[in-house]
């Protein structure tokens, strides 16, 4: 693979805002990418990319996701002092919100900065500034404005339903470390994108016709509930780390299991059988809080046959980080998989 296309695929995509139910200008982007290198591409009704790759044969397809949607905020009601009130999108950490930086966008298109706090942020005046519950009960959005009540925002065009999205802060260091919020799943999208390069750059004709299927709801649970006809889906999204679990930053994870049950036995082992040969440093895990688009396909209706792959991230939901080696396994093993 290619690092530094690879580093400035990354720093494209993650600047790019795009909360689930806020999408669009992340898809016209991996959109127009992928007509750049020369692949077929359409959309379903809800916003998921299809990108088609024309394999060997034709009449058994398979697909592979990853999701550009993230977690995020929107605005849940306007303070009589100025600041916001929020719902949170999918599921953030919460309490790594405080002090975060953020962009409320509204629906007229204008975007404001702002600053996630808790209610009670300051330790010269509250004795509980330290030890306060951070929940979207207790927290707030203070915009970067010279508002001083709920008419002065207004006047800006902020209403509730208006997206609020957090700043990933993505950096890359010289070590190989990747550090950024939205990780899951914006890492996997990279690796996706890495792939179609080498498959252009070194005409590689996968086994079958492959759809490369970006979804754009997973973190509300129903990512890849509709899909092409497709016999198999392998979902590529973060590898968790921590407790009894076998993955670290330097793995691509295979999960034989997560909280929605078993992937596809004969799939998990020819994943892994795949990783061994190809000599993948990997992991084989059980996610005990985890679902993910193959669940939400299977949830669906859809009669596939699914598992999930992914390079192992720390710290899901919050400040999350990976290491380029995981990268590396993770498109060596998809690769393998493809041909």
Do not use: W
Request: hydrophobic share 35%; aromatic share 8%.
């Amino acid at each position: 693979m290619d690092q530094e296309r690879f580093k400035k695929f990354a720093y494209q995509l993650f600047a790019i805002d795009s909360p689930s139910g806020f999408t669009k200008h992340a898809i016209d982007f991996l959109e127009k990418e992928a007509n750049g290198l020369g692949f077929e591409t359409s959309r379903n009704q809800k916003g998921n990319l299809h990108i088609l790759v024309t394999g060997k044969d034709h009449d058994h397809k398979v697909g592979i996701s990853a999701h550009t949607d993230t977690l995020g905020l929107m605005v849940r009601s306007i303070n009589a002092d100025g600041t916001l009130r929020f719902t949170n999108i999918g599921g953030p950490s919460m309490p790594t919100l405080d002090g975060e930086y953020c962009r409320i966008i509204t629906r007229s298109g204008k975007t404001y900065t702002g600053t996630i706090l808790s209610a009670t942020p300051a330790v010269h005046v509250f004795k509980e500034a330290n030890t306060a519950p951070r929940t979207t009960d207790t927290m707030v959005v203070k915009i970067d404005e010279i508002v001083k009540s709920k008419k002065d925002v207004e006047k800006l065009g902020i209403m509730n339903g208006d997206i609020i999205a957090i700043d990933p802060k993505t950096t890359i260091t010289e070590s190989g470390f990747i550090k950024s919020r939205f990780l899951d799943d914006k890492i996997s999208v990279c690796i996706l994108f890495e792939i179609l390069n080498l498959i252009k750059e070194n005409q590689i004709v996968p086994a079958h016709d492959t759809y490369f299927i970006v979804t754009t709801y997973e973190e509300v649970g129903h990512g890849a509930a509709n899909l092409p006809e497709i016999s198999e889906l392998l979902a590529c999204d973060m590898g968790c780390i921590g407790a009894d679990l076998s993955c670290s930053e330097y793995d691509v994870s295979i999960c034989a299991k997560d909280s929605g049950g078993p992937y596809d036995y004969d799939m998990v082992g020819r994943l892994i059988e795949l990783a061994k040969k190809e000599k993948c440093q990997f992991a084989v895990d059980i996610y005990p809080f985890y679902g993910s688009d193959v669940g939400a396909a299977l949830s669906g209706g859809n009669n596939i046959k699914g598992a999930l792959i992914g390079p192992g991230v720390a710290a899901s939901h919050g400040m999350e980080r990976t290491h380029m080696q995981a990268i590396e396994s993770a498109v060596k093993l998809i690769l393998a998989y493809l041909q």
